[in-house]
């Protein structure tokens, strides 16, 4: 597929200024040929960068200031200043203080997504814990991101060979089958199968549903959520509506068979079910996509990993694979909707 038949405009946030959000960023756009396949536009402030820039001693060329989001220019490394007081970014703790910075730059960039001011939205990590102390009553991003755009979100961790979904997102373990619901199962079946279809252009998704206890609850005896309320969704999709959706699948067995290569993604139940086999075999490649919203976000598939902030030893890659994710995602959505006859504003 031919990128430069169009600039995409991919919104960054800054995420948590003491993390490594800032060093990831710096070392994606420091690669000039990128910058060939899009416009990268920063929710920050120049300052912030060039704190960055010294004490990591990383040289990026073709960075400009600007305040207004119709002043952005291609081929340059657009950093849109959010915050109007001087600010000493060497002298701010990692504490409640420092979690305005990543609440303003998500607020700034989602604004702008939904405005269509810029194409799509790449998040960098935060710490939800000081963001919360500031008033920012999500579990995360995706949880925002579902309040602000239109639509329901689903959070679909992406890899070229696998695609795992999560029923439930940050719960406490404790709280997680009474979330389960039939209806909630199916809701997050279709909104997988639609966005397989209308983001990766799969024709015919094939989907693996995990189950919830051990060995899928060995018909009941160790719990039967699989039989009460995960079976129940998946006949019904697959006997009534045509779905191609199987299981409920034991997930240690089915992540140590490989099996998840037979299909084209997997649901699970809660989040670490779904992360922890992710990680394992996709991290420093994986990249997190909110599915089901009217706008594209996506991000790198790890946190703020403040034991490496600051060193210059941060891996770039996630991050990277979550810029060209959201492009080629924004284009097979553009794509699908344009064969269909769908009106969009994408």
């Known amino acids: 597929m031919n990128y430069r038949k169009k600039k995409i405009k ?18 994606v756009c420091r690669k000039k040929k990128l910058l060939d396949f899009f416009t990268p536009i920063l929710f920050g402030s120049i300052k912030l960068c060039s704190y960055y820039k010294k004490i990591l001693n990383i040289e990026v060329n073709n960075m400009r200031e600007t305040k207004n989001l119709k002043d952005i220019v291609d081929y340059k490394i657009n950093v849109l200043n959010i915050w109007k007081e001087d600010i000493k970014f060497d002298l701010i ?22 405005e269509g001011k810029i194409d799509v939205l790449v998040t960098a990590p935060v710490n939800k814990n000081w963001m919360n102390h500031k008033g920012f ?21 992406i890899h070229d060979t696998l ?16 979330e389960i619901t039939t209806k909630k199962i199916i809701k997050s079946i279709k909104i997988l199968h639609k966005s397989l279809i209308m983001d990766f252009s799969i024709e015919k998704p094939k989907i693996a549903v995990l189950g919830c206890n051990p060995h899928s609850g060995e018909n009941g005896l160790i719990g039967d959520e699989e039989k009460t309320k995960i079976k129940p969704a998946i006949d019904s999709l697959f006997q009534k509506q045509g779905f191609l959706v199987f299981g409920p699948y034991s997930p240690d067995g089915f992540f140590g068979n490989q099996h998840y290569r037979n299909f084209d993604a997997v649901l699970a139940m809660y989040h670490d079910q779904g992360l922890i086999p992710f990680k394992t075999l996709t991290f420093n490649e994986g990249v997190n996509f909110t599915a089901g919203l009217s706008h594209i976000r996506t991000s790198p598939d790890h946190g703020v990993a403040y034991d490496i902030a600051k060193k210059g030893i941060a891996n770039e890659n996630s991050f990277e694979e979550a810029i060209f994710s959201a492009i080629k995602i924004f284009k097979n959505r553009k794509e699908y909707m344009n064969e269909n006859g769908i009106g969009s504003d994408l």
Do not use: R
């Not at 979904?165 to 997680?176: E, G, M, R």
């Open 137 to 157: 009553y999500f579990f995360g991003h995706t949880e925002y991101l579902q309040n602000i755009l239109e639509g329901e979100s689903l959070m679909l961790m």
């Open 163 to 178: 695609k795992i979904a999560l029923v439930t997102n940050h719960l406490p373990l404790k709280n997680v089958t009474h």
């Open 10 to 27: 991919v919104g960054v946030s800054t995420g948590d200024i003491n993390g490594i959000g800032i060093e990831i960023f710096l070392k």
């Open 93 to 114: 703790k990692i504490n409640q203080d420092s979690g305005k910075y990543p609440i303003l730059s998500l607020k700034k960039a989602t604004k702008a997504l939904k």
